[in-house]
C-alpha cells in the first residue's frame, strides 16, 4: 500500500516551489489551475505573482493569473494524507483521519494565508487569494466506519463527474439539454460522446481559426510539389522529380471532429467561460445536427428566378443553356445564347431568395438591370483590352457582332463566357459585369474553366496543322494578373487581393494583363473538360473520342508536367457522351469520374501520383470503387470539402448522394436521393452542382432557373420543415 500511495503521489505532483534554479513537483494542499490551463500550487503561484500577474513555471507563458482552485485534487490530497495517517493499516483510512489530515491543511492554508497579506500589495490579489483558500469540510464522523483505497477513489471520482455534470447543464444551451417532459431532443440517451464534443466545442480555446466553420479546416500535409514530364518531347519538357506525401484512408468527419477537440484543453472547457461561448455553440449545435441528418435528413429550400405569368404553363418559363455556381456560393449565373445573368445569394442564410445583381448581352452591354443597360465598349477599348490589334484581326469587331455564348464558368469575382467564332470574355462581377478581357483564338474553343484563386483560366482547343491537315488538341491557359508584369505571383492569393491592392491606381481593367501559355498533348483526341483542383496547382483533362483523362502539373505555370494518365473503356455508340465529368478530392488524391455510355457508372480512383519514381515516370490510377447504384447515365458530380460524400447528377435530373467514411468502404457506403432538378440532354445543358466550404448544404442550379438548397443543419428530425431522402442503399 505505501509504494501505491508514493506513485500516486508521483502522478499528483504540480509545481511547489523552487529550490535555487530548479523547479520542484509535490503533491501539495492548494493546487489550482491558471488562466494558460497549468496545474501549479496556489501559494508557489502567489510567490511568483508581481501585481496579480506570473510567469507560468511550466509552459513559461507570460501574464498569466490564477484561474480557480481545482477542488477534487485538494479533496484527493486529503484523502491520500488521511490513507497516510490511518495507522499500521495502510489499506484503511477511517473518518478521524481524514477530519485530522483536513485540520492539518487548514492550519497550513492559514499560515500561507497570512504569509500572502503581508506579502500582497494590490487588494484583488488578496480578494483572489481569500475566495480560493477556502478550506475543504470533512464530513461528518460515522462511528468505526473505514474506507478502502479503492472506495475513497471511488467516491472522489463519482462527486467530481457529478459536479462537473452540474456545471456544465447550466452553462450549454437549452437546445442541448436533454427533454424529460416530451421526449423531444437533439441529445438522445447515453450519447455521453457528443456532449463532451460540444462541451469542449463550446468553451474551450480555438486558436487560429481559419474559417467560420464550427470546426478547424482540414489540415493535409504536402511536400514538395512533383516536377514532372512525359517521354513524348513534342509537348512537356523534362523536368526533375520529387516525391509526393501521401494522405489517409481516414475520413475527414473524423479529422474534423479530431482537430477541434484534440486543440482545446479539457480544462480550459471546463473554467473558460468567454464572450464567443454563444457563436462557437451554434457551431457546435450544426455539427451535432450534420452528424445526425446526415444523409438522411434535409431542408429543401427551392427558388425560381424565372416565372412563367400563364397559370396553365410551367413555372419556369425560360431554359437557359448553362449555369454555374462560384466556390464561395455567393453568386450564380445563367446564360443563354445572347444573354447572361448573375444573381447574388447568402451562404448563411438560405431562406433569403437570390437577388440579381448583373447582367449583360453578347454585344457588351453591361448593367445592374437589362432595363439599365450601359453601353457596349467602343472600338479602341475592345482592342486594348484584348490580345487583338486593328490591323491583324481586323475582323474581331464583326465576329463581336455575330458570335454566341457556348458555356460560362464563374469564380468569386470574375464572370468568363466563351461562345463560337474562337471567342472568350471576361467580365468583372465586381464593376456590374464590366468586360475586362477579350480574347480571340483562331480555332475553335471547345471547353473552359478557371482555377479557384482566379489566377489562371483554361481553354480547350482544336487546332489544325497547315501542311499536313491532321488535328492536334492542345489547351490554351491563360495567365491573369492584376497590377502589371511585378505582379505577385504567389499561388495561393487570389484576384481578389489584386483588385484591392490596385483601387488607387484606378478603375475597370487598368492594369490587368493576360500571359496566354500553350500546352501541347500527345493526343490527337480532342479535349472535352477542363477541371482544376482545390488548390489550383494541377489540371486535369479527358478527351472526347477514346475517353483518356490525365493531370498536368501547372506549379510551374511556364514548365508544365504530365504527372498521371489513363483510358477508360467506354461504349463508343451514338447515344454514348464519354466521360462527362471529372472533380478532384480534397486531398488531390482521389478523383471521381462520370459517364454516359453503357454499363459505366461512375468510379473513384487514386491518382497514385505519391507513387512516382524517377524523371519520366507517370502515374497510373487504381480504381477503388464503383458507385454502380446510381447508373450509367451521370452528367455532373460534387465532393464535399469534408471529403467522404459525393453527390451525382443523372440527365434525368435525379440528385444522388452518396456518404461513406472511406471511399473504398463498399460495406458502409450510404446513397439517397436528395431532390430531382430540370433534366438536360446534353451535358453542357445539366445542372450545376457544389457543396458549401463545411459540407452542410449542397446547391443545385438547373437550367430552368430553379435553385435548390439541400441543408441537412437547418434542424432536427423532429422538425415539420425537416423532410426524409429517399433511400437507394
Not at 509537348?235 to 484534440?262: D, E, Q, V, Y
Amino acid at each position: 500500500m505505501s509504494k501505491l500511495i508514493t506513485g500516486l503521489d508521483s502522478l499528483l505532483s504540480v509545481p511547489a516551489r523552487l529550490d535555487g534554479d530548479r523547479l520542484v513537483y509535490d503533491n501539495v494542499p492548494d493546487c489550482s489551475v491558471l488562466t494558460c490551463g497549468c496545474l501549479v500550487s496556489e501559494s508557489f503561484a502567489v510567490c511568483l505573482s508581481q501585481d496579480g500577474h506570473l510567469d507560468c513555471p511550466t509552459c513559461k507563458r507570460a501574464g498569466i493569473e490564477i484561474l480557480a482552485p481545482v477542488e477534487p485534487l485538494r479533496e484527493l490530497y486529503l484523502r491520500m494524507h488521511a490513507l497516510r495517517l490511518g495507522g499500521p493499516d495502510d489499506s484503511l483510512a477511517s473518518e478521524d483521519a481524514v477530519s485530522e489530515a483536513s485540520e492539518e491543511v487548514k492550519r497550513q492554508e492559514k499560515q500561507d494565508k497570512t504569509r500572502r497579506r503581508s506579502s500582497s500589495k494590490k487588494s484583488t490579489g488578496t480578494a483572489l487569494s481569500n475566495s480560493r483558500q477556502q478550506p475543504v469540510r470533512p464530513k461528518p464522523k460515522t462511528a468505526t466506519s473505514k474506507v478502502s483505497l479503492l472506495a475513497a477513489f471511488h467516491e472522489v471520482f463519482t462527486e467530481v463527474n457529478n459536479d462537473a455534470a452540474v456545471k456544465e447543464a447550466e452553462r450549454v444551451k437549452p437546445s442541448f439539454r436533454k427533454s424529460t417532459d416530451t421526449g423531444v431532443g437533439f441529445v438522445n440517451e447515453g450519447n455521453n460522446v457528443e456532449e463532451w464534443i460540444t462541451t469542449i466545442k463550446d468553451y474551450g480555446p480555438q486558436p487560429d481559426r481559419k474559417d467560420s466553420t464550427g470546426i478547424d479546416p482540414i489540415q493535409i500535409s504536402q511536400g514538395p510539389e512533383p516536377e514532372l514530364v512525359v517521354s513524348d518531347p513534342i509537348s512537356i519538357p523534362r523536368k526533375s522529380r520529387t516525391s509526393f506525401s501521401s494522405m489517409g484512408r481516414a475520413s475527414n468527419l473524423t479529422k474534423a471532429l479530431h482537430n477541434s477537440t484534440s486543440s482545446t484543453s479539457p480544462i480550459d472547457g471546463i473554467f473558460n467561460n468567454s464572450a464567443s461561448s454563444k457563436p462557437k455553440t451554434k457551431e457546435a449545435n450544426k455539427e451535432l445536427l450534420y452528424a445526425k441528418n446526415f444523409p438522411f435528413y434535409r431542408k429543401l429550400y427551392q427558388y425560381h428566378t424565372h416565372q412563367s405569368k400563364f397559370f396553365l404553363r410551367s413555372r419556369s418559363s425560360k431554359l437557359f443553356i448553362n449555369t454555374g455556381i462560384s466556390p464561395n456560393l455567393r453568386r450564380f449565373v445563367l446564360l443563354d445564347e445572347k444573354r447572361w445573368e448573375v444573381y447574388r445569394i447568402d451562404p448563411l442564410r438560405p431562406e433569403d431568395p437570390p437577388l440579381l445583381e448583373s447582367c449583360g448581352k453578347d454585344t457588351g452591354a453591361y448593367g445592374a438591370t437589362f432595363e439599365e443597360l450601359l453601353p457596349k465598349p467602343t472600338t479602341e477599348e475592345v482592342y486594348a483590352n484584348s490580345n487583338s490589334d486593328p490591323t491583324t484581326h481586323k475582323d474581331l469587331l464583326e465576329r463581336l457582332n455575330k458570335w454566341e455564348h457556348l458555356c460560362c464558368k464563374i469564380s468569386n469575382n470574375l464572370l468568363v463566357i466563351a461562345g463560337t467564332r474562337g471567342i472568350l470574355r471576361i467580365f468583372d462581377l465586381n464593376d456590374h459585369g464590366k468586360p475586362l478581357y477579350t480574347y480571340y483564338s483562331k480555332f475553335p474553343i471547345r471547353c473552359i474553366d478557371i482555377s479557384g484563386n482566379e489566377r489562371f483560366i483554361s481553354l480547350g482547343v482544336t487546332g489544325k496543322d497547315k501542311f499536313s491537315g491532321f488535328e492536334q488538341p492542345f489547351i490554351v491557359l491563360l495567365r491573369l494578373r492584376f497590377g502589371g508584369p511585378n505582379d505577385n505571383d504567389e499561388m495561393e492569393e487570389s484576384l481578389y487581393e489584386g483588385l484591392l491592392r490596385n483601387q488607387g491606381a484606378g478603375s475597370g481593367s487598368e492594369g490587368f494583363s493576360v500571359t496566354p501559355l500553350t500546352v501541347t498533348l500527345p493526343y490527337r483526341d480532342p479535349i472535352n473538360i477542363l477541371q482544376f483542383s482545390p488548390n489550383s496547382q494541377y489540371l486535369s483533362c479527358a478527351t472526347a473520342m477514346e475517353s483518356r483523362f490525365m493531370i498536368i502539373s501547372i506549379v510551374e505555370p511556364t514548365r508544365p508536367s504530365l504527372i498521371m494518365k489513363s483510358q477508360r473503356k467506354l461504349d463508343t455508340s451514338l447515344e454514348s457522351e464519354g466521360i462527362t465529368d471529372i472533380q478532384f478530392f480534397p486531398d488531390n488524391r482521389l478523383m471521381t469520374l462520370t459517364s454516359v455510355a453503357f454499363n459505366s457508372c461512375p468510379i473513384i480512383i487514386d491518382t497514385k501520383t505519391s507513387s512516382i519514381t524517377g524523371l519520366e515516370g507517370v502515374a497510373q490510377p487504381v480504381m477503388l470503387v464503383r458507385v454502380d447504384e446510381v447508373g450509367s447515365t451521370i452528367h455532373k458530380s460534387a465532393v464535399s470539402p469534408r471529403g467522404d460524400s459525393v453527390a451525382y447528377l443523372d440527365r434525368s435530373g435525379i440528385c444522388y448522394l452518396m456518404a461513406s467514411p472511406r471511399m473504398d468502404d463498399n460495406d458502409n457506403k450510404r446513397i439517397v436521393v436528395v431532390t430531382e432538378a430540370a433534366n438536360s440532354y446534353r451535358v453542357r445543358e445539366s445542372a450545376s452542382m457544389r457543396f458549401d466550404e463545411d459540407g452542410y448544404k449542397l446547391y443545385i442550379l438547373d437550367r430552368k432557373g430553379v435553385l435548390q438548397i439541400a441543408d441537412f443543419t437547418a434542424g432536427s428530425r423532429e422538425d415539420h420543415s425537416i423532410s426524409r431522402t429517399k433511400i437507394i442503399n
